[in-house]
């Protein structure tokens, strides 16, 4: 078997079945013998149906059934799993990534000696707001991080196998895969491409959820902001210090009284403020070491039906 292709699905009753038109017309079934990994990530709706009735159809098609929602990552990890080709690729199924560009990130793989091929969007095509947010993220956790964030990345790739076991060597809980396939290394191509829109339904991604996912990331990929504490606890004591010779001398020196309920109360909240927010991000590392030395699995499979021939 040469290829596995991943395929991601949260609520996409309206797309399998074009997403699997879409792509027995773009890559020949005769020609490569791919197949087909289909994750159920607890969808609410016909997703499974319709996905059952393409496993009575036709060939080479497993499907990974959730026992629940377990987001995206984990159906992805869960996918990397099953998989078996030599090449491996994570295509979403509500047809906004063409398989056209599939072909061409294998022609990149079997020619070079790259490992991994990643599209990437030239030009965002989403509002200014949230196009703004994404750019200031990537810049931050650029600064932050010793490894490289591409901007535009997205989890539309395809890897050699041994990318595959790299990233299935990687069982933390919280999954951030922009930062994973960058951390793991490798030598990777990055394939610009257009984003279309999608079939039908909508995106899962809320910007409150981007924003908990941009967290994630945040934390799961570097230990910078806990430096922040350390930081402006070491800068407002020399501050202060300096401030209580200066009122000293004044007082002393001068006879100048201390003026200032005001001042008083903004630097108590100030401090108070800053307190907060460093009991916070160490409250972030926290919990999430607390959630991964309890090692829980990172998906639960109800059922794994298979049609595979080879
Ligand atoms: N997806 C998933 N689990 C989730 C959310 C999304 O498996 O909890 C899948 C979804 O079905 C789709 C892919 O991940 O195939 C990308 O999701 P979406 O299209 O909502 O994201 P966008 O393209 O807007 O970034
Ligand atoms: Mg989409």
Redesign the pocket.
Known sequence: MKLSFI??????EG?VKAFYEKMVETIDYNKYKYELIF?????KDK?LERLKELLKEKVNIKIIHFSR????????YAGLKEAEGEYIAI????L??NPKFLLKMMKVLDETDYDVVTAYQKVRKEGFILTTFKKMFYKLINKLCDIDFVSGA??FRMFRRSVLEAILSMGEYYRFSKGIFSWVGFDTYYMPYD?ES?NS?????SFWKLFKYAIDGIVSFTTAPLRLATILGFLISISSFIYLIVLLVQKLCFGIAVAGYASILAVLLLVGGIQLLSLGIIGEYLARTYIEVKKRPIYIAKKIYSNKKM
């Open positions: 395929v991601p699905c949260y609520n996409e797309n994750i159920n990530d607890g969808s997703t929602n377990f987001g995206k990552e984990a159906g992805i295509i979403d199924a509500d906004q990534q997205s989890d984003v999608r339904g909508k995106t899962k991604w």
